[in-house]
Structures are given as C-alpha cells and as structure tokens.
C-alpha cells in the first residue's frame, strides 16, 4: 500500500499586510505558533493555512522504501492509485529514482564508471566537465577521477595540467544537465544543437550529444534508472556530409617535405642551444634572450638534426596509419627483418600490422633510440609543427575547410596511392586485400577510393552513389543503402584492374633524397 504524506509548508499570513507574511517548514509548526501568538498580541488576526505544494507518496519496492513527490493533493492521489493498481497487476515500473536524480549526476557517475574504460576518455571528460561548469557547477579533476578508477583502459594515459582555459565558447543551453532525469526532452538536446551550430559544425555538435545519448542509455539499460520514454526518442539527428577527399596537389609533397626539414632543423639548433647553454644562469628573460644571440651562430653551425618530422611524414604516406596509431609506434613493434610494425590497439579495437616498405625500413634504422616510442612526440608537439609545416610549405591553415590539408588527408592520400598503384598490378587486387592495407572494419568504408580506378565496377559504383534513393547517410558519410543495385559481395569479389591499353603515369613516392640529405653516417 502506498501513503500520504503532505511536506507543504505552512503560511502565516494577515490581511491587507503582505509584508507580514511568513512561510515555514512543515516540520517548524512551533516557530509557525509562536509567529502566530506574536501577531495577535501585536494586535492583528492572522491566518494560519497548510499550502498545497509539496507531497511525499511513500511505498515500497521488493521490501526497500520508495518515495515519489507531488506537487499538489490530487496529483499524489492520482500517483497513489496508479503505484496501487501497477503492483496489485504486477506491472509495477519505479520512475521515482529518475525524478529525483539531476541528470548531471549521471554525468558525473558516467565519467567515474565508464568513461576511463573507453579510447576517448580525455576528450569525454572535457566535454562533460564544460557542460557542467556552462551550467554553474564545479569542474572535475578528471586526474584523479582516472586515477582512481580501478580498471581504466589505459592505466599510462598522461592527462594535461589543467591551465584553467577552455577551448569551446560557453553555451548557455547547457542548462539541461540541471533538469531531473525525467523531465529532459527532446527539446533539450535540440537547442544544445541549435546553440552550439553557432560556433562549431554540425558534426562536432552531434559527437558532442553521443556523450549524453550513452548516458541515457546506461542510465536506463544499465542502471535500471526507468524513465517513461528515453529523452532522445524523437530526436532528430542533423544533416551533414563530412566526407573528405583531399589529396596532395602537384608539388605540395615536396613542399612538404622541405618545411619537415626545415622543423627538424629548428628543433637540432634549439637542442644545441639548450645544450650550450647548460650551467648557465639567466636571472631575466632579457638575459636568456642575450644568452641565445650569443650561441644561436655556434648552433646552426654543430647542430646535428634528426629527421623525425620527415620520416612521420613518409610514414603516413607509405603505410596510412592513423595518427594516433603511429605515434603509439614502439620500437619493440617494429621487426626489422620481415619490414612490418605491429600496432597491438587501433581505432576500432582491432590489432594489425603494417607493411613497411625498405626505403622506411633503413630510414628508421637511422633514427637514434630516445625513448619507447619511435616518434617520441606529444599531440600538442604535433598539432602547432604541422602548422608551422603547413604555412612554410604554402597550404592554407585558415580558411575554407576543402583548401586544408590534414594529417590524416595524409591516410586518405596513402590508400589511394595503393588502390591506383594495385590497379595496374597483373591480375588486380580484391577489395579485402586493400581492406587490410587500409584496417578498416566495414568494407563501405572502402568504396569511396575505388573511383580512382577506371574498371567497370568503379563505374557501376559511380552511377549506384548518383542516384540519391540508392544513398543513404551514416554520421556524415555517404553509404549505399541494402536496396541499391551494386551488392557489397559484387564489390568484394570483382578485382581492381585498369584497362591494358591505358598508360597512367606513377605519382611520386616521396622526396628520399631530402632523407638521405641528413642521414647519420654508419658507425
């Protein structure tokens, strides 16, 4: 059985004297009294009444006490019939935990349970950590959160000081993570959407929501916290095509590879410099600026560079890792002798190994041992030198998107040169085959580089991609749907050749003499 209890406060109150009035708990019925008896004997009639705002309607579930709040008498009635008739038929479903639990604690509880077993962990805290301060609630350390977590993904993971900055613009829709659990909407996440569009694409806004998304997923499947319709039920996703082809243009690989060498250059002399001026002692930042001048001629002169940044270019160009896989590249994964690297964890999971070619093999024989890692880089390091590399090389770092050159266009750029360098092999190469190149896990994924292929199947596809009732759209790539024309097995078993009677002329395979030009000499 289910009862009643009325948690309204009182009011005490007196006619044409609003300033006199008063509210007090339901459980300050004494201070409630003795306000009254002061009233009176001030020489005024006041009026004591219970308002009707507050009502607990307690029950209990599998012997564990529950309790659900109503905002008036009639709504507790009507709660209170509904809980007695669901448990008299056995339909009973509890819907008071996700009334009273804000949908920021799940935020939080997701970041403390399941966030550090995911790849992502890093980037998951900062997004949950600035929706809860755009919505006035304190930041988490999210540090030590993944150090307390008792079996994180990566055990390793080195998180960045927090520096008390924050990348994204605040956005006042953040508010959601206020609302109790039950009362989110679709409306919600919508305006999050339409407000963050504003400053970021709409593909950046949609991976945002598949953080709140997963949370209500584990909040309602794993954490049996039952609401009466997910909040993301009717939804509405937004339309984008993200799909990029960008390929190097003529001469933008020897540009490239000149700007590397230019950066590995700058980074020998700053190494030198730091060495020569070891044991030194600069009090001011004017003296340590002297101090440079002095030594910046005897360090261009001995600095010995290391062609780190050319050789993690040739590597994205020669075997189309991802970024993040190479540089996770250790020394121990590198067998010198069969010209492959072996990568333990990828993007989707999956562990695979890369064919190295020989001009890579001797390049990384060359590179000096300085840590696990072949490139003993930080992502920060990374992202401002391919900046610099990009704007010394000639290609835009600003502007329209289509103009920019990426790291991973770099990926793109490896498995087309493979996909266009197999089509003239004798016999061609099956799509698996490219398949594993690559390391994607869903042959789709593959389609879009058979275009660079002038066989019948590459014509089929093209025509299969134009008609739009054939294409579907999948977080923002273009995929053909299972009614399309062209099946997935014909694409698997047809082999990518080019026809005999046309000539192609080879791309370049890189620029090996800009390598050998800063070779360390043989021991």
């Not at 350390?141 to 993904?153: E, G, L, S, V």
């Not at 319709?229 to 690989?253: K, V, W």
Request: aromatic share 8%; proline share 5%; hydrophobic share 40%.
């Amino acid at each position: 059985m289910a009862s009643i209890e009325n948690k309204s406060r009182t009011q005490i109150s007196v006619a044409r004297h609003p300033e006199l009035t008063k509210l007090f708990p339901h459980n300050k019925t004494p201070a409630a009294s003795a306000y009254c008896a002061e009233l009176t004997a001030a020489g005024h009639e006041p009026v004591m009444s219970v308002l009707d705002e507050a009502y607990l309607v307690r029950f209990k579930v599998n012997g564990k006490r529950r309790s659900h709040t109503a905002h008036s008498f009639a709504e507790a009635v009507a709660v209170q019939k509904q809980i007695e008739a669901e448990q008299h038929r056995g339909l009973f479903v509890d819907y008071t935990k996700a009334h009273q639990t804000k949908f920021h604690k799940l935020l939080e509880r997701y970041l403390r349970e399941e966030a550090p077993r995911l790849k992502g962990f890093v980037i998951t805290a900062y997004k949950i950590n600035s929706w809860l301060v755009d919505a006035g609630l304190p930041e988490l350390d999210i540090a030590a959160i993944h150090a307390a977590h008792p079996n994180p993904r990566e055990p390793g993971l080195r998180i960045p000081a927090r520096t008390g900055k924050r990348m994204s613009a605040p956005c006042e829709a953040s508010a959601f993570a206020l609302k109790p659990f039950s009362e989110l909407e679709p409306d919600d996440f919508q305006d999050y959407l339409d407000e963050r569009m504003e400053e970021v694409s709409a593909a950046t806004a949609d991976r945002e929501l598949d953080i709140a998304r997963r949370v209500c997923s584990l909040a309602i499947n794993k954490w049996r916290i039952h609401v009466h319709c997910d909040p993301f039920s009717g939804f509405e996703r937004p339309d984008y095509f993200n799909e990029r082809n960008r390929r190097l243009r003529e001469g933008e690989e020897e540009r490239l590879m000149a700007a590397a060498a230019k950066e590995d250059r700058q980074q020998a002399v700053q190494r030198r410099i730091d060495e020569l001026l070891a044991g030194r002692t600069q009090k001011t930042k004017y003296q340590r600026l002297s101090a440079i001048r002095e030594v910046r001629a005897e360090a261009e002169a001995s600095c010995d560079p290391i062609p780190l940044m050319e050789i993690f270019v040739q590597f994205q160009l020669m075997t189309g890792a991802r970024k993040s896989e190479t540089r996770k590249v250790k020394w121990s994964d590198i067998d010198f002798e069969k010209h492959t690297a072996f990568l333990p964890e990828t993007k989707n999971g999956h562990a695979r190994t890369l064919a190295l070619r020989s001009e890579m093999v001797q390049w990384l024989r060359d590179l000096p041992r300085t840590s696990e890692y072949v490139f003993s880089f930080s992502a920060n390091y990374l992202r401002k030198a391919w900046k610099r590399i990009c704007e010394a090389a000639g290609i835009p770092v600003d502007g329209d998107v289509s103009e920019r050159l990426r790291i991973h266009d770099l990926r793109h750029e490896a498995i087309s040169r493979v996909a266009e360098a197999a089509s003239k092999t004798p016999g061609g190469i099956m799509l698996p085959d490219l398949q594993a190149f690559s390391g994607h896990r869903d042959l789709r994924m593959l389609v879009r580089y058979l275009h660079l292929t002038p066989s019948g199947l590459a014509k089929r596809l093209d025509a299969a991609f134009a008609d739009q009732a054939q294409v579907t759209l999948h977080h923002g790539r273009r995929r053909l749907s299972k009614s399309a024309s062209l099946t997935m097995a014909e694409v698997v078993q047809t082999p990518i050749v080019a026809p005999a009677n046309k000539r192609t002329l080879p791309r370049p395979t890189g620029n090996v003499v800009s390598l050998n030009a800063f070779r360390r000499p043989a021991a």
